[in-house]
């Protein structure tokens, strides 16, 4: 058999990466890097943003349920969590809100605050109240909630008609 007098039909090395290759696994390496990182820092508004629908929700659960009895309903903010109660004219009673795990909603867990509220309760008419009485005369609400360093979301509860934004 004849041997070629040639090394090789090609004049370049096959050994060592093509810049095609490197620039493919550079690709790579940052989209994975991306999500991974995207994963582990988590997203403090999105967990705002869940906290603050989850607290209206509960809001007009309290209103409902004010409107749908002769008792004053409302929610209580504790520092670190809240709760929602019923007040009979002489007592308050703490009540676990449908789908939560404790008669308290923790908030600590998450970094959530809610500023300066401390309770709102609603009458039979469903209008708010800013003491757990239902007395005196209706007033609006800003509830200020607030994580680490995303910008706060505001729950605006409207004097007299209870409306929730």
Do not use: C
Not at 12 to 32: C, H, P, Q, R
Not at 85 to 101: K, L, M, Y
């Amino acid at each position: 058999m004849r041997q070629s007098n040639h090394k090789n039909l090609f004049p370049y090395s096959k050994d060592g990466f093509t810049v095609i290759e490197i620039i493919a696994v550079l690709v790579m390496i940052s989209v994975i890097s991306a999500i991974i990182l995207g994963r582990l820092g988590g997203n403090i508004k999105a967990d705002l943003d869940a906290r603050t629908d989850t607290l209206k929700t509960h809001l007009r659960y309290a209103q409902s349920r004010a409107m749908d009895s002769d008792l004053i309903w409302g929610i209580r903010y504790t520092g670190t969590g809240y709760f929602l109660f019923s007040f009979n004219g002489s007592s308050e009673s703490a009540i676990r809100i449908p789908d939560e795990e404790n008669v308290i909603v923790d908030l600590s867990g998450d970094g959530i605050s809610l500023g300066t509220f401390q309770a709102i309760s609603y009458d039979s008419w469903g209008s708010p109240y800013a003491n757990a009485t239902g007395t005196g005369s209706s007033a609006g609400q800003t509830i200020v909630v607030s994580a680490g360093s995303a910008p706060p979301n505001a729950i605006a509860v409207t004097k007299n008609t209870g409306f929730i934004q």
